[in-house]
């Protein structure tokens, strides 16, 4: 089976607009969490699609889903944890739980604040990871990257034709992950910033499906106008 996995666990926000997480402004006439929702949906390659979300805003997500989706047995909202991680594992549980453990089950994990997936991305992702078992979306880098330790100074720059940009989906066998998760260390763990990082620490090669430059994340207050903009909806000042 495929299983999307939707990551809004955060309650942060760097837009200094709202008390509400990110993922639950609107865009457009809908909340950012319900674009994204939706393009998952369309897609029928998946057979499930769960939602991780902080404890303090599960209810606030079961209504938007009753509001704008209405009745469904295909999607499913858990708690998420304490990191981006914790919450793909608690994802995995709860599916596992439900549907029983399969080693050629599919998970998909998504950031929720990226609206503009497309469904080509998500169907490469979901071939990929059949056949490779490990996939991160990217695209190659437009400008020059710079490498600095201080903040200051410059310290290298890398061949540009060399460097990506990473996105999401990131898709993977969930029973690889959960073996490659098992073998790292506490210090190993540590290092980890998303779940491709799982794979690269163990060394297990992660294929690379092209991303989009509209596949923008939105982050912050500019972030927020661009993807307005993309939907023609109301303009930030």
Same mark, same amino acid.
């Given at each position: 089976?495929?299983?999307?996995?939707?990551?809004?666990?955060?309650?942060?926000?760097?837009? =200094? #607009?709202? %008390?509400?997480?990110?993922?639950?402004?609107?865009?457009? &006439?809908?909340? $950012? +969490? !319900?674009?994204?929702?939706?393009?998952?949906?369309?897609?029928?390659?998946?057979?499930?699609?769960?939602?991780?979300?902080?404890?303090?805003?599960?209810?606030?997500?079961?209504?938007?889903?009753?509001?704008?989706?209405?009745?469904?047995?295909?999607?499913?909202?858990?708690?998420?944890?304490?990191?981006?991680?914790?919450?793909?594992? =608690? #994802?995995? %549980?709860?599916?596992?739980?439900?549907?029983?453990?399969? &080693?050629?089950? $599919? +998970? !998909?994990?998504?950031?929720?604040?990226?609206?503009?997936?497309?469904?080509?991305?998500?169907?490469?992702?979901?071939?990929?990871?059949?056949?490779?078992?490990?996939?991160?979306?990217?695209?190659?880098?437009?400008?020059?990257?710079?490498?600095?330790?201080?903040?200051?100074?410059?310290?290298?720059?890398?061949?540009?034709?060399?460097?990506?940009?990473?996105?999401?989906?990131?898709?993977?066998?969930?029973?690889?992950?959960?073996?490659?998760?098992?073998?790292?260390?506490?210090?190993?763990?540590?290092?980890?910033?998303?779940?491709?990082?799982?794979?690269?620490?163990?060394?297990?090669?992660?294929?690379?499906?092209?991303?989009?430059?509209?596949?923008?994340?939105?982050?912050?207050?500019?972030?927020?106008?661009?993807?307005?903009?993309?939907?023609?909806?109301?303009?930030?000042?």
């Amino acid at each position: 089976m495929v299983f999307g996995a939707i990551l809004a666990g955060g309650v942060g926000s760097r837009m =200094n #607009i709202s %008390d509400m997480p990110k993922q639950f402004l609107n865009l457009g &006439d809908k909340p $950012i +969490i !319900v674009h994204t929702l939706e393009k998952f949906r369309l897609c029928s390659r998946l057979d499930h699609i769960y939602i991780g979300v902080h404890p303090d805003w599960l209810t606030h997500m079961n209504d938007l889903i009753k509001k704008y989706i209405g009745e469904c047995d295909d999607v499913h909202v858990v708690a998420g944890g304490s990191d981006r991680n914790s919450t793909i594992f =608690n #994802i995995i %549980d709860d599916i596992e739980k439900n549907f029983g453990e399969n &080693d050629e089950n $599919i +998970i !998909v994990t998504h950031d929720s604040v990226r609206p503009f997936v497309t469904q080509r991305m998500i169907i490469e992702n979901i071939d990929a990871a059949e056949k490779y078992g490990a996939v991160d979306t990217a695209t190659g880098a437009i400008d020059t990257i710079v490498e600095s330790e201080d903040g200051e100074f410059i310290k290298a720059i890398p061949p540009r034709d060399k460097m990506y940009q990473g996105q999401t989906p990131q898709s993977f066998k969930i029973s690889l992950l959960k073996k490659l998760y098992g073998e790292l260390t506490s210090e190993e763990k540590a290092t980890l910033t998303d779940a491709c990082k799982i794979c690269i620490v163990k060394n297990q090669p992660v294929y690379i499906v092209e991303g989009e430059i509209s596949n923008i994340k939105i982050t912050t207050v500019s972030d927020y106008k661009i993807a307005q903009a993309m939907v023609g909806g109301v303009k930030i000042d």
